[in-house]
């Protein structure tokens, strides 16, 4: 049973616009969450994190929104550039635990 | 400062074969963990280290799977008798508090 669901497995968007990408959670008892971007063949880089006593997050063009009534988590990135194309995870902390989304991949085009 | 790392980079094995992967952490962290990502896959959770407690297991996939970590420091994480569905990249990632984890390039595993 997966506790942490990206539904969606990619994403393309224009350069300049908004890039909303989604995720949603079931235990209600995590503390943290995070957004990692990974690019291929490298390590995913830590991105953005919120914690679960606050609603959003912002950094630069990067904020996270979260909603804890509907276990759901966002980051919107604007405006977007194309070398903001690579696969995003959301990842919700509990006890030094990450557990991980299965990542959606964003291609910005130019 | 380093960062993770990872060797090797690539390992192209036989099935029926062990490999041994390695992980230098970030120098300070207490918390290492091993997670593996297949194809189209996301993250899967393997094992996790914190100093010098026993490390939790809940997520290697079977016996054939183990790890360990010397002088809480340098983590090797060894896979016996390989199968072709071990083929993945298996990362590293240390943390120094319970939430930011950095992750090294990765070790792609490929078992023909």
């Known amino acids: 049973d997966q506790q942490v669901k990206q539904n969606s497995p990619s994403l393309s968007v224009q350069e300049g616009r908004i890039s909303i990408l989604n995720c949603d959670y079931t235990n209600s008892m995590f503390d943290y969450f995070l957004w990692y971007k990974k690019y291929p063949a490298e390590g995913p880089t830590f991105l953005i994190s919120?914690?679960?006593?606050?609603d959003k997050n912002e950094d630069g063009r990067f904020t996270v929104f979260l909603n804890k009534s509907a276990k759901h988590l966002s980051l919107h990135i604007v405006p977007s550039q194309p070398g903001d194309s690579a696969v995003y995870f959301c990842?919700?902390?509990?006890?030094?635990?990450?557990?991980f989304g299965g990542g959606t991949r964003l291609m910005v085009k130019p | 400062g380093a960062g993770v790392s990872q060797s090797p980079s690539n390992k192209v094995t036989e099935k029926g074969k062990d490999v041994e992967l390695r992980c230098d952490p970030i120098s300070g962290h207490t918390a290492l963990y091993w997670y593996r990502q297949s194809l189209g896959q996301g993250l899967e959770f393997l094992i996790y280290f914190q100093g010098n407690s026993a490390p939790d297991k809940s997520g290697l996939p079977s016996d054939r799977f183990s790890a360990e970590r010397t002088g809480g420091s340098v983590s090797t994480l060894t896979i016996q008798r390989t199968q072709q569905e071990d083929s993945a990249v298996y990362l590293c990632?240390?943390?120094?508090?319970?939430?930011?984890?950095?992750f090294g390039p990765g070790t792609r595993l490929t078992v023909t």
């Open positions: 990842a919700a902390s509990l006890d030094n635990m990450l557990t």
């Open positions: 990632a240390s943390s120094f508090d319970a939430y930011e984890q950095y």
């Open positions: 919120i914690s679960s006593i606050k």
